[in-house]
């Protein structure tokens, strides 16, 4: 991200000097004049003075005024569109009785959507006062805000093009249930928020708990497929890597742990795990840390036939992929199932005991139990399902709450996929 920094930082400083140049040209405007008595007589602009406020300034507080910083609320559609979220329910539990991926799905694609993060905003046909944007730069990161969803354009890459996003599915699902919302209430209710609602959904058909969520996000107009592809968590993590991923993002061990138990849904891609079952960090073996009765039944669901060193950037993250074949690239590929409960039973229980007794799928699950604190918190979800929902619910949460936008900054998307 040091390129990130930099970038964000020559933002600041041309807002500076955007800033300084329009207060320049005001005072010349307004001041009066001094006539020096040299040869090189010259009119210039007396100085301001010290008590009077910067334009800079005065844009900060037009900026409070405006509610810039609002936050999302509960019921924030109960009088522009009152059934919003029964139609989203309703919506996902329908598909879900049609496709049985649904669950794994929405997870993930939240997941993708909220982590990535953006410390800045660059100015865009959107925000058209460039004022606005310069005062309000540090205030903006990109969170929660349906840029996964976008697709490319001319001179825009889409995140879903980011190698982490190539295996992601759910959008046609994020589509059709746009699709109903804006035959109800149209031009009202954000993807972004369609997101969020959709993925609580679909942790509660997976037999995951409910979790109150505010509403009232809007949509971002810009993309960042680079951010994608360096800063989500991948498969192959170790523990220092992954508590430092998700501690920039706000998230402690305890939450870390806790929002992994999404692994306890969906399918995984072979490919993923090949070297960490035959050429673990380049040594022709298999990871050491892997119970022997669960590396002979892996291996033999998952050949080395089609064994390869991928590159750290194709990896997947959080949640799986997609349970539904039919959802895959034509060319099928053998898939482990990443957890053994059945939907509707114990959601994310099996899945820490499993890491207990050195049976997790993934090397970043695996890795929790190399850290005392994690391991602390796998013992006690393992052992306490009711620990673990109320957790995973806070978790989950925080999670749909990074770096929102909120109105006046952003837009109500008509098409998920596409800019207004």
Do not use: K, Q, S
């Given at each position: 991200m040091d390129f990130m920094r930099k970038l964000s930082f020559l933002v600041f400083l041309l807002c500076m000097l955007i800033s300084l140049k329009k207060e320049n040209a005001e005072t010349k405007k307004g001041s009066p004049t001094i006539t020096l008595t040299s040869s090189d007589s010259a009119s210039i602009p007396a100085a301001p003075s010290i008590s009077r406020p910067s334009i800079l300034s005065k844009k900060l507080d037009e900026v409070g005024n405006q509610g810039l910083l609002d936050s999302p609320r509960y019921d924030f559609y109960r009088e522009t569109c009152p059934h919003a979220e029964a139609t989203i329910r309703s919506r996902v539990r329908h598909l879900h009785e049609i496709r049985s991926d649904v669950p794994p799905a929405l997870l993930r694609l939240v997941f993708h959507d909220c982590f990535i993060e953006v410390k800045f905003l660059a100015p865009s046909p959107l925000y058209n006062d460039i004022d606005l944007v310069c005062c309000c730069?540090?205030?903006?990161?990109?969170?929660?805000?349906?840029s996964v969803l976008l697709d490319s354009t001319q001179g825009v890459v889409s995140e879903k093009e980011s190698p982490p996003n190539e295996t992601l599915k759910g959008f046609d699902l994020i589509n059709t249930i746009k699709s109903e919302l804006e035959e109800i209430c149209p031009g009202i209710v954000s993807c972004s928020d369609i997101l969020v609602l959709a993925a609580r959904e679909s942790v509660i058909l997976a037999g995951g708990p409910f979790y109150p969520l505010q509403t009232g996000r809007r949509d971002s107009a810009l993309s960042f497929p680079e951010v994608a592809t360096f800063e989500l968590p991948r498969p192959e993590d170790d523990l220092p890597k992954t508590i430092a991923l998700f501690a920039s993002r706000g998230f402690d061990e305890k939450e870390t742990v806790s929002l992994l138990g999404a692994h306890s849904i969906g399918t995984f891609h072979c490919k993923f795990i090949l070297n960490r079952?035959?050429?673990?960090?380049?040594?022709?073996?298999?990871?050491?840390?892997?119970?022997i009765q669960f590396l002979n039944l892996l291996r033999s669901r998952c050949n080395n036939s089609h064994a390869s060193s991928l590159p750290p950037s194709s990896s997947p993250s959080l949640s799986p992929s997609s349970v539904d074949d039919s959802l895959s690239s034509s060319t099928k590929e053998p898939r482990m199932v990443m957890g053994n409960e059945r939907q509707g039973s114990g959601f994310g229980t099996l899945y820490y005991r499993s890491l207990l007794q050195a049976r997790g799928i993934l090397y970043v699950d695996q890795q929790l139990t190399a850290g005392e604190e994690t391991e602390t918190w796998v013992k006690a979800y393992a052992a306490d399902v009711s620990l673990f929902r109320r957790d995973f619910s806070l978790a989950m949460m925080k999670l749909s709450n990074l770096g929102v936008l909120t109105s006046p900054m952003g837009q109500v998307r008509i098409n998920c996929s596409k800019v207004g």
């Open positions: 730069a540090h205030h903006l990161i990109e969170g929660c805000d349906a079952l035959y050429n673990f960090d380049g040594t022709h073996n298999p990871d050491p840390t892997i119970d």
